[in-house]
């Protein structure tokens, strides 16, 4: 298969790259997190407590060592808040890794007990991968649980940084907790007008989920453009996600926000790319949709990984998907259809000309 199907990060346009290097430059001259929204000891994304969701996991951990990342750390109030409150299992190691734009002068590095953690500043979000090998850390296929919150709405192309990421995670048991995930098709309407429609929001974000093959849960609070959340499991598959997207030419379309005006990645599908959704999303405001076995996992039994004031409150709402039989069906019937036509018309219209 031609790589041109596939998304790859070393095909960003010009324009693209030089933009993700001006940001970082200027951010990474900054020697604290200064954004409004500028992390915290508990996300709460998709209702979920981290403690309580990690604790979790690690009950039934089968390999020597976990990982965790949040990526986007701010200044590190949920790494630190994680080191202090795991229960970690007998004969595991546990590395919690911070990541930031921003400057970290302090010991990089802290140990107690079975627990590491990394803060890591200037360290380049979009480039995850290779900037995590540059400090010693191989990571791809091992990461068990990453975190990232107010981080990729930021991002210059945050659609090859979730592929990049994914691809960190364990398979079939790594979990990502993400939110919005900006991006437009070209082809299929540019975002001028349409960029903060929930729907059109929540079928982007959808598609690249159902894109990866893993498990998902997607959730949007309503009335609230910049929480379209996803928690998703990896696919058992040990081979890299490839989104079957390319970079578009131009790669960057401007557009207003009620906060100030940014820029928009453009991609164009490839022939595999999951379509948009045509079922209506739930509304309610406590509703997971997607898959009903990873919903049961996360948030344990009787919820007892929902933060408390949420905890009885959440359901599951599933996604419906056009099955083989239903789009054979609708062959069947548009063929029928034709035949039917061609049937009545074509006789109907030789007599006709027949008695003229």
Known sequence: MDCSSYLDIRDRPPKLNSLISVTFNRISQRHSSTWVLNGDQSYNMLFLDECKLANHLLKTHQEREFHILDIGAGNFQLVDHLAKSLLVPEGIQVHIYGLRGEQY???????????TIHKIGRFKIEETNSELKKRGFTLANRVDLIFSRHTFIH??????????????????????????????????????????????????????????????????????????MLIIQRS?????????????????????????????????????????????????????????????????????????????????????????KERFSWK?????????????????????????
């Open 105 to 115: 002068h302090k010991d990089q590095n802290e140990q107690t007990g079975p627990i």
């Open 155 to 228: 991002l210059c192309d945050p659609v090859g940084t979730f592929q990049t990421t994914y691809n960190l995670l364990r398979p079939g048991k790594g979990i990502m907790l993400v939110d919005t995930i900006n991006y437009a098709i070209p082809k299929e309407g540019l975002p001028d007008g349409e960029i903060f429609d929930l729907e059109s929001a929540s079928q982007r974000m959808l598609r690249l989920a159902l894109a990866t093959g893993g498990k998902f849960l997607y959730h949007f609070r309503q009335h609230r453009i910049y929480d379209h």
């Open 236 to 324: 058992g598959s040990t081979l890299p996600l490839r989104l079957r997207l390319n970079y578009h030419t131009p790669a960057l379309a401007a557009y207003p926000t009620p906060l100030e005006k940014k820029v928009f990645p453009l991609f164009e599908t490839r022939k595999g790319f999951p379509p948009a959704p045509t079922q209506k999303l739930s509304l309610q405001v406590r509703t997971f949709t997607g898959d009903k076995e990873l919903f049961d996992t996360v948030l344990g039994k009787e919820q007892e990984n929902i933060s408390g004031i949420y905890r009885g409150h959440i359901i599951h709402h599933p996604l419906e998907k056009e099955t083989t």
């Open 332 to 356: 069947l019937l548009a063929a029928g259809s034709l035949l039917f036509f061609a049937a009545v018309l074509v006789p109907y219209r030789v007599h006709k000309k027949s008695c003229v």
